[in-house]
């Protein structure tokens, strides 16, 4: 198989275009969903423990839905001990999230 403009790599193999953008999708949705996956229990346990106010700001939050999970320390996973909720502006001011 030749290399042109039509095929393109991925993973190490050699895909057509479309092929590999249907690829690359499907990863990014499985990566979102596994994000989805671990974060959600999280911001429900930080919720349920009373944490109902944005912890830079301190404006109360409506809906869980309305909080964001901002890891503490960056370099730590995702994890109830390492994690705060933040309001959304709060949160886009800060680094790493
Ligand atoms: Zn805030």
Redesign the pocket.
Known sequence: MQRNNRFSTFYGILVSRPLSRLYRRWVFARLMRDEIRIKRPIKQELWDAGMRE?Q??G?RFSALKGAELHRKDEDKGYSVENCEL??R??HQELPGR
């Open positions: 944005c830079a700001c404006q933040l309001c502006e709060c």
